[in-house]
T-cell receptor
Framework: AQSVTQLDSHVSVSEGTPVLLRCNYS??????LFWYVQHPNKGLQLLLK??????LVKGINGFEAEFKKSETSFHLTKPSAHMSDAAEYFC?????????????FGQGTELS | DGGITQSPKYLFRKEGQNVTLSCEQN?????MYWYRQDPGQGLRLIYY???????QKGDIAEGYSVSREKKESFPLTVTSAQKNPTAFYLC?????????????FGDGTRLSIL
């Protein structure tokens, strides 16, 4: 069965310090992986995606994530946090051979 | 600019009433989705459609109905059978059903009970 676990429900950092949001996944095959951000009362915005190309993926707003197959992880990082980064972040798995493009969402990590 | 438009932004439902949430996209995407989001939870799939005039139930379809008569429109009806409809509803679309295709989201509709 496919699943995704966000290891922290809440992360708090000071402006200018690094951000680390952790995500582990479970998949029988190499999935596609996404990180989305959601600001209050807004929809989800795609930050970055991994689709079996380079393992280090760069996204928007200075975020990046590294796919580590041996650790089944896809952690999101940013070197220096900004106030505007405060939001909810979702790690999302799209397993291969899925039906109709169905995605598997993590429970979310609130960054403050 | 291309995108997904959801309306209304806020909606109130009376007991026993059906309400319809609108979702329109001008991205020329084939696939469309409806999700429900409750506080502290991830997104749960209600219905999805891969092509016009076809749709499938997601994980929590009971008490909801949809139609897909046009490529750009995928309205969701919350029926009186849905006993706990208070939630944030998100519509999304993607270019296709391939697993590498990201989904693009609207800004949501917040539904409350009067």
């Amino acid at each position: 069965a496919q699943s995704v676990t966000q290891l922290d429900s809440h992360v708090s950092v000071s402006e200018g310090t690094p951000v680390l949001l952790r995500c582990n996944y479970s998949s029988s095959y190499s999935p596609s992986l996404f990180w989305y951000v959601q600001h209050p009362n807004k929809g989800l915005q795609l930050l970055l995606k991994y689709t079996s190309a380079a393992t280090l993926v760069k996204g928007i707003n200075g975020f990046e994530a590294e796919f580590k197959k041996s650790e089944t992880s896809f952690h999101l990082t940013k070197p220096s946090a900004h106030m505007s980064d405060a939001a909810e972040y979702f790690c999302v798995v799209s397993p291969p051979y899925n039906q109709g493009g169905k995605l598997i969402f993590g429970q979310g990590t609130e960054l403050s | 600019d291309g995108g997904i438009t959801q309306s209304p932004k806020y909606l109130f439902r009376k007991e026993g009433q059906n309400v319809t949430l609108s979702c329109e996209q001008n991205l020329n995407h084939d696939a469309m989705y409806w999700y429900r989001q409750d506080p502290g939870q991830g997104l749960r799939l209600i219905y999805y459609s891969q092509i016009v005039n076809d749709f499938q139930k997601g994980d929590i379809a009971e008490g909801y109905s949809v139609s897909r008569e046009k490529k750009e429109s995928f309205p969701l009806t919350v029926t009186s059978a849905q006993k706990n409809p208070t939630a944030f509803y998100l519509c999304a679309s993607s270019r296709g059903q391939g697993f590498s295709q990201p989904q693009h989201f609207g800004d949501g509709t917040r539904l409350s009970i009067l």
